[in-house]
């Protein structure tokens, strides 16, 4: 911040700032409050972030505002795929049973909050037949307390 011309007043203290000055986006600091909010390190010498008027260390930067992938924990700094109410890498975005990457604008489908593809939805999701144990896509028979396709009743 600038008092005046050329007098550089510190985001921290509010105080003239004479010598040696940090700044991060528009604002400067004395070097001794260049300083991450959360954890105190200080950042003379590391990467800075600034938001809502504070400074941030890579990590705690990270821990605070960017997204992990709900499959590998890792924090996504690029594309991101927000699904099911959790947030992927897009290759960790995978069928739950098989492992199946979903490619780009293809859908699945929503099972127990676990992404599945087709095939797989139908064997996690849908009613099983009493006679031949595969799953019941159609219409189904309900009789003796069991659900049935029609042709295996």
Request: glycine share 8%; with cysteine; proline share 3%.
């Given at each position: 911040?600038e008092?005046?011309?050329g007098?550089l007043?510190?985001?921290?203290?509010?105080?003239?700032?004479?010598?040696?000055?940090m700044?991060?986006g528009?604002?400067?600091?004395h070097?001794?409050?260049?300083?991450?909010?959360v954890?105190g390190i200080?950042l003379?010498?590391?990467k800075?972030?600034?938001?809502?008027g504070?400074?941030?260390c890579d990590q705690?930067y990270?821990?605070?505002?960017?997204?992990?992938?709900?499959?590998?924990?890792?924090?996504?700094?690029?594309?991101?795929?927000?699904a099911i109410?959790q947030?992927?890498?897009p290759?960790?975005?995978c069928?739950?049973?098989?492992?199946?990457?979903?490619?780009?604008?293809q859908?699945?489908?929503?099972?127990?909050q676990?992404?599945?593809?087709?095939?797989c939805y139908?064997?996690?999701?849908?009613?099983?037949?009493?006679?031949c144990?595969?799953?019941?896509?159609?219409?189904?028979?309900?009789?003796?307390?069991?659900?049935?396709?029609?042709a295996c009743?």
């Amino acid at each position: 911040m600038e008092a005046g011309a050329g007098i550089l007043l510190c985001a921290h203290c509010n105080q003239k700032i004479d010598g040696k000055a940090m700044k991060a986006g528009d604002k400067y600091w004395h070097d001794e409050h260049f300083l991450c909010s959360v954890c105190g390190i200080r950042l003379r010498d590391a990467k800075v972030y600034q938001k809502q008027g504070q400074l941030f260390c890579d990590q705690d930067y990270k821990n605070r505002y960017v997204p992990r992938c709900s499959s590998c924990s890792g924090f996504i700094l690029k594309e991101c795929i927000r699904a099911i109410n959790q947030t992927f890498h897009p290759e960790h975005f995978c069928c739950y049973a098989c492992q199946t990457p979903f490619g780009d604008g293809q859908g699945f489908h929503q099972h127990l909050q676990r992404a599945y593809c087709k095939p797989c939805y139908i064997e996690a999701a849908c009613e099983k037949c009493h006679g031949c144990t595969r799953p019941i896509t159609d219409k189904a028979m309900k009789a003796l307390g069991k659900s049935w396709h029609s042709a295996c009743f």
